[in-house]
């Protein structure tokens, strides 16, 4: 089995489709809502970052909120990724600002399929460039709730962890299956997860079914 | 709207004169070349003539040529023909870190089953093999080299005739026939000298969809006297090298399509180097930009560079939306994340190397669409700059 589908020469990016994406990504790709244009208005909005340039996608996300309603009043973000990523972080700021606002409570909740659904879906492959926005939201989030003086309120990104010697958790699992880790070997390869501790195998295998259907419906 | 193709390392459109030639033998001539009857006959004697003009091409004899499928299958009938055939117990290859997918992968795939052992050359910032490396690699189980003859994504020119010197002159000293020596030369063929005697090559790969000739064409020299073995076996065509109905029209396309390149090529590759060097040029001017690839020993159609600061993909959706087309060697749409090997093997950055975009140029490639790809791209890469929270310090990726 080929380790990479798409090896060959340079891989082509129309997908032998009319178009790669759907017309709500394109839309958001080339029309991109509330980015931001100026970050010095924006000092001393809340704040969060993830991803890096070395691993392909970056993401930096600023909330504006109403400290009464704790409703969304604003969202800026920068995207450094595919087009998807770009559309995907547009479509996520149209969601927690739109109708009045999102509450904290409830942006915390969005999920990148929320977003997904939004979108008309992504090509599968490119499921994992959707993921990153959320988490920026979530992490700018958090640095709202520490600047207002509500540290009580911060929640870190954690999951229940699977493998005791690796500290590999199920978060870890689904993003590494979002990342086209689809079979336990992949998983291996990428997390180390059971090596040491081949009894947590089973559930890892579990999980890796579990958000394969999820995200790619097999 | 402007449509501007500078993908041409992906695959040319087919020439119209090739095409004519082709045209007798999909339903004219259409007969089997083993067929033992006139009709069948015009179909031999159709890719007897079209093997001696290759053989003139590329300096060798019509035997030497076994035609195939295409680069692919070439390069694999290279390597597993000749690495089967070879019943030492130790096999050991040379290869480089920048060869094609269709030379990489078979060679990892005989590695993982325990058929061979495998040095993989680095390569320097230009993307060059140095020949003394490649001196140092050889050892006695030494089997096969291979090299490409120039690198479809940056362009670069590999020394193949000093390489080859070197292995003749190891061969002699240690009174042996091996390595044999390989190159893929599917980018090369359109526009460098394709004489086998010069380059000192024992197996050879070559295509015709690279120079304005068919798909699903493609052709391995094999040096009178090398040891290979067949992938496809049945009737026992190509003396028995690769069995199956020769694909007539295909060969017919491929030899046309060959004489056509290397007729034209020096008057073709003064005026592509002329507008390539005119591209990198507009392109450098853009701040936080770099070229990849040599400066000078490069394809004179490939223009390879990274915008720092934006992800490659995203700028090749914008210029599609412009009419123009060109390629990305970032994976993004892989399910790997891991950018193109070939870049990465350069000693470019992870981040560098997300943002590399390749343009090749070709025979439909007018000054004007070179100004015109200039004009756009200065407004499309500002505006990714300006979405992207990245703002790197070159001091870091000089």
């Known amino acids: 089995m080929p380790s990479n589908p798409n090896i060959g020469d340079i891989v082509s990016r129309s997908g032998g489709q009319s178009w790669f994406y759907s017309d709500t990504v394109k839309d958001h790709f080339f029309n991109p809502r509330n980015f931001m244009r100026d970050e010095s208005e924006y000092r001393d909005a809340a704040m969060g970052m993830v991803g890096s340039p070395a691993c392909g996608d970056a993401m930096k996300v600023w909330i504006s909120v109403d400290p009464i309603t704790e409703r969304i009043t604003d969202c800026k973000w920068k995207t450094f990724g595919c087009g998807s990523a770009i559309a995907s972080t547009s479509m996520m700021s149209v969601m927690v600002t739109e109708n009045g606002g999102m509450t904290l409570e409830a942006a915390r909740k969005l999920r990148p399929q929320d977003i997904l659904a939004r979108l008309g879906g992504l090509p599968a492959r490119k499921i994992h460039c959707s993921v990153l926005g959320d988490k920026a939201l979530r992490a700018a989030i958090n640095d709202w709730y520490r600047r207002n003086g509500q540290p009580e309120k911060i929640e870190e990104e954690q999951g229940r962890v699977i493998d005791p010697e690796t500290k590999v958790t199920d978060k870890d699992i689904e993003h590494a299956v979002l990342d086209g880790a689809d079979t336990l070997e992949k998983i291996q390869a990428k997390l180390k997860v059971g090596v040491g501790h081949p009894e947590c195998l089973p559930e890892v295998e579990q999980l890796i079914r579990f958000y394969r259907e999820k995200y790619f419906g097999a | ?398």
């Open chain 2, 1 to 398: 709207m402007k449509s501007v193709y500078l993908d041409h390392a992906a695959t040319t459109p087919l020439d119209p004169r090739v095409l004519k030639k082709m045209q007798p033998y999909f339903s004219d001539i259409f007969a089997n070349p083993s067929s033992f009857h006139s009709p069948g006959l015009r179909a031999k004697e159709a890719v007897d003539e079209a093997r001696k003009s290759i053989a003139v091409q590329l300096n060798a004899h019509a035997d030497e040529l076994v035609f195939c499928s295409g680069g692919t299958e070439s390069d694999n009938l290279a390597i597993l023909g000749t690495i089967r055939a070879n019943r030492a117990k130790v096999k050991h290859v040379v290869t480089t870190a920048v060869e094609h997918h269709a030379v990489l992968e078979p060679l990892r795939h005989l590695e993982r089953t325990g058929e061979i052992e495998l040095t993989v050359l680095p390569v320097d910032k230009t993307g060059m093999v140095s020949v003394d490396d490649f001196e140092t690699a050889l050892r006695p189980e030494t089997v096969l080299a291979s090299v490409m003859y120039a690198n479809n994504e940056i362009g670069t020119i590999q020394p193949i005739a000093d390489i080859g010197r070197a292995i003749l002159k190891w061969r002699k000293a240690n009174k042996t026939p091996f390595p044999y020596f390989h190159s893929d030369a599917c980018q090369a063929a359109g526009a460098l000298a394709l004489d086998v005697e010069k380059l000192h090559v024992d197996l050879f790969s070559l295509n015709g969809s690279k120079i304005y000739g068919p798909k699903g064409i493609g052709l391995l020299f094999v040096r009178r006297g090398v040891g290979i073995e067949p992938l496809v076996r049945g009737g026992g065509q190509e003396r028995g090298l690769r069995s199956g109905t020769e694909n007539v029209p295909g060969i017919v396309g491929l030899a046309a399509a060959l004489e056509i390149a290397q007729a034209e090529k020096e008057k073709e590759n003064a005026r592509l180097t002329q507008l390539r060097d005119k591209l990198v040029e507009g392109f450098i001017k853009i701040p936080k930009t770099r070229l990849n690839g040599h400066p000078t020993e490069r394809l004179p159609n490939n223009v390879n560079v990274s915008f720092m600061d934006i992800e490659g993909e995203a700028a090749v959706l914008y210029l599609d939306a412009q009419g123009i087309y060109c390629s990305t060697g970032s994976a993004c749409a892989s399910s790997s994340l891991d950018p193109s090997h070939v870049i990465l093997a350069t000693g470019v950055s992870y981040e560098a190397a997300h943002g590399s975009l390749r343009f090749t140029l070709g025979r439909s490639t007018k000054p004007a669409d070179i100004d015109y790809v200039l004009k756009t791209i200065p407004g499309i890469v500002q505006k990714l700059r300006h979405m992207s929270p990245v703002n790197l310090d070159m001091r870091y990726f000089a």
